[in-house]
């Protein structure tokens, strides 16, 4: 069983920037895909970026070019760097682990992150 926690949320100001990190354990972190989603109020939940056991990434085309997700396999950690904030990007921000071959998921208790003047 993999746990998620989630982390780095708050209050922000438009165009400034926040740091998500997620800690998981559990499980063998690295043989993970994980990626980072969104629920803003009112909306379904969306893919904001992944980043596979590869390494490789991808972004939702929103975020592109503001956000940044990348992983530390030492830690068991992957993170998400938003710069740029806008008031569209406030949501909860959920932690996903999908595990690379048997699809298996996880899921974090999520964090808000507010952009706001």
């Known amino acids: 069983q993999v746990q998620l926690v989630e982390s780095g949320g708050g209050l922000v100001q438009p165009g400034g920037s926040l740091r998500l990190s997620c800690a998981a354990s559990?499980?063998?972190?690295?043989?993970?895909?994980m990626d980072w989603y969104r629920q803003a109020p009112g909306k379904q939940r969306e893919l904001v970026a992944l980043?596979?056991?590869?390494?490789?990434?991808n972004y939702a085309d929103p975020v592109k070019g503001r956000f940044t997700i990348s992983r530390d396999n030492a830690k068991n950690t992957v993170f998400l760097q938003m710069n740029g904030l806008k008031p569209e990007d406030t949501a909860v921000y959920y932690c996903?682990?999908?595990?690379?071959?048997?699809?298996?998921?996880?899921w974090g208790q999520g964090t808000q992150v507010t952009v706001s003047s």
């Open positions: 559990g499980g063998v972190f690295s043989i993970y895909a």
């Open positions: 980043i596979r056991s590869s390494g490789s990434t």
């Open positions: 996903h682990a999908q595990h690379t071959f048997t699809q298996r998921e996880y």
